[in-house]
């Protein structure tokens, strides 16, 4: 196993105080403290190659965010091994944080007052970037994300979108071998969307980086990983590629059929999801395809006939859906 | 070396850059901050003329240069503090600083520097006026203005050490709030901050013989204002130096034990 993320049994638990409301759990408290453990992330496993774009996907709360900040070396295991690049992230050695870079939608490295420029230049400091190289890196990334007009500007006077599209040109000046990217698309609307996931496309390409992506549009997903992990209360549901995701927990394709005309029950076809005019939308089990659709042409006048499998959202949810019934007392 | 020296300088490029930015804030907060040491000056200048023009070896004209030199060193002692600490923990802002392959601390050093340059130059007027009203009793000798330098910067490194020190207990509890009030009445009692050392009983200089604090203000202010020798001069930035290096000692120690503990909630 020579994987440049390699992750075993890895584990992550927290101990949290509990106490009932009101004044008597209070003073209660005072005398006896009662904790319990949330286990976070709890003995999962995976290997990622170089080059890889992985999904790392979850409800809230699965243990996403967890487990990118132990891959970071922001937290300490409870138990497991895990090396990134051949470090063990919470060693935390200079060589491992030079290499690596983890993205928080909601976290920035950006100067707040002063123009974009001023922290690109901090970047260069700190990761020790010879001059030439950062002028060149910097410059290839205002080119392609677009930044000309933004960088001389304070970084609080860009918008969400636009600050987003910065902190991942600074996050990556130093080129690093390893990208965590966690919710890297929150809150922008879709053309920026669009920018960003195109520019970590063309950066895993031009460098071959590895990317653990953590997202909750599945557009994003669709558009950067062949491979997906999905995970649920700190365990590993799922570790292979996208679309043997939906082959595997998708018992369901859709079905969309236009007819000539609108008045028709197609009830008796499979579950109606949509109506619109003369096109309608059935929901049918995946077993009845074959005799679905040949009976909704031999009985029906049939303009137009598509078979899709279901967009992936809704894989997803059933996933969890499964995951969620998993973890229930029985 | 080269990489450290790049980092340092281009991080207090940055932050004079940003305190600029809020140059107006700045003054308001350094009138406000006079506002303590000149009831400090007021109070000991009365006594000493109520009795009979001294107290304890300071004439008012001696007060007057101590509080006032007092302004610029509790200036330049203004450090990362622990609340800072605490909030950056608690609200995991911290994670940002820790993916850098540099320690935070180089960090908040360089940032609260860059921070000091500003800080000089504005207080350069607000010296020359406060001593126009309170005309201090200042001779000092050469040496002891290029010692002045050092004891100032050495103040700083003190206080920054024991104020991450307490900071850094957050990584354990996060409402320590009450520790740094405690940490600070200390501070204010042994440092020569309320009063210069000299002035305080026996007991409380013998004890404050033992403790950093008096290194982060009575030396350096007493170092410009009093006279002093070149020996003692060096004595004194020597002390300095070794608690810098104990700080630094307990600091890297600390932070082993206390990263571990980080949980980066929030973010």
Same mark, same amino acid.
């Given at each position: 196993?020579?994987?440049?993320?390699?992750?075993?049994?890895?584990?992550?638990?927290?101990?949290?105080?509990?106490?009932?409301?009101?004044?008597?759990?209070?003073?209660?408290?005072?005398?006896?403290?009662?904790?319990?453990?949330?286990?976070?992330?709890?003995?999962?496993?995976?290997?990622?190659?170089?080059?890889?774009?992985?999904?790392?996907?979850?409800?809230?709360?699965?243990?996403?965010?967890?487990?990118?900040?132990?891959?970071?070396?922001?937290?300490?295991?409870?138990?497991?091994?895990?090396?990134?690049?051949?470090?063990?992230?919470?060693?935390?050695?200079?060589?491992?944080?030079?290499?690596?870079?983890?993205?928080?939608?909601?976290?920035?490295?950006?100067?707040?007052?002063?123009?974009?420029?001023?922290?690109?230049?901090?970047?260069?400091?700190?990761?020790?970037?010879?001059?030439?190289?950062?002028?060149?890196?910097?410059?290839?990334?205002?080119?392609?994300?677009?930044?000309? %007009?933004?960088?001389?500007?304070?970084?609080?006077?860009?918008?969400?979108?636009?600050?987003?599209?910065?902190?991942?040109?600074?996050?990556?000046?130093?080129?690093?071998?390893?990208?965590?990217?966690?919710?890297?698309?929150?809150?922008?609307?879709?053309?920026?969307?669009?920018?960003?996931?195109?520019?970590?496309?063309?950066?895993?390409?031009?460098?071959?980086?590895?990317?653990?992506?953590?997202?909750?549009?599945?557009?994003?997903?669709?558009?950067?990983?062949?491979?997906?992990?999905?995970?649920?209360?700190?365990?590993?549901?799922?570790?292979?590629?996208?679309?043997?995701?939906?082959?595997? #927990?998708?018992?369901?394709?859709?079905?969309?059929?236009?007819?000539?005309?609108?008045?028709?029950?197609?009830?008796?076809?499979?579950?109606?999801?949509?109506?619109?005019?003369?096109? #309608?939308?059935?929901?049918?089990?995946?077993?009845?395809?074959?005799?679905?659709?040949?009976?909704?042409?031999?009985?029906?006048?049939?303009?137009?006939?598509?078979?899709? %499998?279901?967009?992936?959202?809704?894989?997803?949810?059933?996933?969890?859906?499964?995951?969620?019934?998993?973890?229930?007392?029985? | 070396?080269?990489?450290?020296?790049?980092?340092?300088?281009?991080? =207090?490029?940055?932050?004079?850059?940003?305190?600029?930015?809020?140059?107006?804030?700045?003054?308001?907060?350094?009138?406000?901050?006079?506002?303590?040491?000149?009831?400090?000056?007021?109070?000991?200048?009365?006594? !000493?003329?109520?009795?009979?023009?001294?107290?304890?070896?300071?004439?008012?004209? !001696?007060?007057?240069?101590?509080?006032?030199?007092?302004?610029?060193?509790?200036?330049?002692?203004?450090?990362?503090?622990?609340?800072?600490?605490?909030?950056?923990?608690?609200?995991?802002?911290?994670?940002?600083?820790?993916?850098?392959?540099?320690?935070?601390?180089?960090?908040?050093?360089?940032?609260?520097?860059?921070?000091?340059?500003?800080?000089? =130059?504005?207080?350069?007027?607000?010296?020359?006026?406060?001593?126009?009203?309170?005309?201090?009793?200042?001779?000092?000798?050469?040496?002891?203005?290029?010692?002045?330098?050092?004891?100032?910067?050495?103040?700083?490194? =003190?206080?920054?050490?024991?104020?991450?020190?307490?900071?850094?207990?957050?990584?354990?509890?996060?409402?320590?709030?009450?520790?740094?009030?405690?940490?600070?009445?200390?501070?204010?009692?042994?440092?020569?901050?309320?009063?210069?050392?000299?002035?305080?009983?026996?007991?409380?200089?013998? !004890?404050?013989?033992?403790?950093?604090?008096?290194?982060?203000?009575?030396?350096?202010?007493?170092?410009?204002?009093?006279?002093?020798?070149?020996?003692?001069?060096?004595?004194?930035?020597?002390?300095?130096?070794?608690? =810098?290096?104990?700080?630094?000692?307990?600091?890297?120690?600390?932070?082993?034990?206390?990263?571990?503990?980080?949980?980066?909630?929030?973010?």
């Amino acid at each position: 196993m020579t994987g440049i993320i390699q992750l075993d049994t890895l584990s992550k638990h927290f101990k949290v105080p509990v106490r009932e409301s009101g004044l008597k759990a209070s003073i209660h408290s005072l005398f006896k403290r009662e904790f319990r453990i949330v286990k976070a992330v709890d003995e999962i496993s995976f290997k990622i190659d170089q080059g890889e774009v992985v999904g790392f996907l979850g409800p809230n709360g699965a243990g996403k965010t967890t487990t990118l900040k132990m891959l970071s070396g922001l937290l300490y295991p409870t138990g497991g091994n895990t090396t990134v690049l051949g470090f063990v992230p919470s060693k935390r050695q200079t060589q491992f944080l030079q290499q690596i870079t983890l993205v928080m939608g909601n976290r920035q490295q950006l100067v707040w007052d002063l123009p974009a420029l001023d922290s690109f230049d901090l970047m260069r400091a700190i990761y020790s970037i010879p001059t030439n190289e950062f002028i060149q890196r910097r410059d290839e990334f205002i080119d392609l994300l677009e930044l000309k %007009d933004l960088v001389n500007k304070p970084v609080r006077n860009l918008s969400l979108g636009e600050r987003m599209k910065v902190e991942i040109a600074g996050a990556l000046l130093h080129h690093p071998k390893v990208l965590f990217l966690d919710e890297p698309t929150l809150g922008l609307d879709v053309t920026m969307q669009r920018r960003i996931r195109s520019f970590v496309a063309e950066y895993n390409q031009r460098y071959g980086a590895t990317v653990l992506l953590t997202s909750h549009y599945m557009a994003d997903v669709e558009a950067l990983c062949k491979r997906v992990i999905v995970i649920h209360h700190g365990k590993l549901l799922f570790d292979g590629a996208l679309s043997q995701l939906v082959e595997q #927990f998708s018992a369901f394709k859709t079905v969309g059929v236009t007819l000539q005309t609108a008045a028709a029950d197609l009830a008796k076809y499979g579950e109606v999801i949509s109506k619109d005019g003369t096109r #309608f939308t059935l929901r049918v089990p995946k077993a009845e395809i074959a005799r679905v659709t040949a009976r909704l042409l031999a009985d029906l006048p049939v303009n137009d006939l598509n078979v899709e %499998d279901p967009p992936i959202e809704d894989v997803i949810e059933h996933v969890f859906e499964d995951g969620k019934q998993g973890q229930e007392p029985q | 070396m080269r990489h450290m020296l790049d980092y340092y300088l281009t991080t =207090i490029k940055i932050a004079i850059q940003t305190e600029f930015q809020y140059r107006v804030v700045q003054y308001f907060y350094m009138i406000g901050m006079i506002a303590e040491p000149v009831i400090y000056l007021v109070v000991w200048s009365t006594i !000493a003329r109520a009795q009979g023009g001294m107290v304890g070896g300071y004439t008012p004209g !001696a007060f007057a240069a101590y509080y006032l030199v007092w302004t610029l060193v509790r200036n330049m002692n203004i450090v990362f503090t622990p609340y800072g600490w605490e909030n950056r923990i608690r609200s995991g802002w911290f994670s940002m600083d820790l993916l850098r392959p540099i320690h935070p601390l180089n960090g908040d050093v360089a940032q609260f520097a860059g921070m000091k340059v500003v800080v000089i =130059i504005l207080w350069i007027p607000l010296g020359l006026l406060l001593s126009l009203f309170f005309k201090p009793d200042l001779h000092p000798v050469w040496y002891q203005v290029i010692g002045f330098f050092f004891a100032i910067w050495g103040a700083y490194l =003190i206080r920054t050490m024991l104020l991450s020190l307490l900071g850094m207990i957050t990584f354990f509890t996060t409402r320590v709030g009450a520790i740094f009030e405690l940490f600070f009445a200390f501070e204010l009692v042994f440092s020569g901050r309320l009063v210069p050392m000299s002035l305080m009983p026996p007991v409380v200089q013998q !004890a404050a013989n033992y403790m950093p604090f008096q290194w982060t203000f009575f030396f350096p202010i007493e170092s410009l204002v009093a006279p002093m020798t070149l020996q003692h001069m060096l004595a004194g930035l020597g002390i300095q130096c070794l608690w =810098i290096v104990i700080g630094w000692v307990a600091v890297k120690v600390m932070w082993h034990f206390s990263v571990r503990q980080f949980s980066a909630v929030g973010g």
